[in-house]
């Protein structure tokens, strides 16, 4: 874990899911369908900089394609930000990036103000082994963002 990241415990983990997920459904005014996601680790840097990762056991079969859901899932968290700072300008990107041979689809969402970066979130999903694997980072602090990513690029996956 990069130098300054702090550990959050359950709890907080927890208020911060439920806080998040009760944004999403009061700004699109619909419920989010709860999932048996396990979070497995979050921390935060200097208030608003974090990081995580979580799983999600996924069934293709039930659940349908895990692509179409992880485009769904991105278009609900870009329409949530552009509705909660309707006075920024937000863009988003997707593509590939690669962690210890493993392939991540990388969803990009910037969010500007008179021209400074206020908002930027970065979501690497993977359908791995049955699950819908997220890890996931907000920073608006390129330093922080380059040492999350150098953290990532160290990462090693096991079979």
């Known amino acids: ?3 300054g990241f ?7 983990v927890a208020a911060r899911i439920a806080k998040g997920r009760q944004a999403v459904e009061s700004i699109n005014g619909d419920k989010m369908e709860a ?3 396990r ?6 840097k200097n208030g608003s900089n974090y990081f995580g990762c979580s ?4 069934d293709e079969v039930k659940d ?17 930000m552009v509705k909660k ?3 920024a300008q937000f863009d988003s990107v997707t593509t590939l990036v690669t962690i210890d041979s493993v392939l991540f689809s990388k969803f990009l969402t910037v969010g500007k103000q008179n021209g400074k970066v ?3 979130s970065i979501m690497l999903g993977k359908f791995y082994k049955n699950y819908d694997l997220n890890i996931f980072y907000v920073c608006v602090d390129e330093n922080i963002e380059t040492e999350i990513e150098e953290m990532l690029r160290q990462s090693k996956f096991s079979n």
Request: net charge negative; aromatic share 8%; hydrophobic share 35%.
């Open 1 to 3: 874990m990069p130098e």
């Open 35 to 37: 999932m048996e996601r």
């Open 118 to 120: 206020i908002y930027q």
């Open 39 to 44: 979070q497995l680790i979050m921390a935060k």
């Open 85 to 87: 700072v309707p006075s």
């Open 6 to 12: 702090e550990l959050l415990d359950s709890t907080s």
């Open 55 to 58: 799983l999600t056991p996924f």
């Open 64 to 80: 349908g394609s895990w692509q179409s859901t992880n485009q769904k899932q991105r278009e609900l968290t870009f329409e949530t």
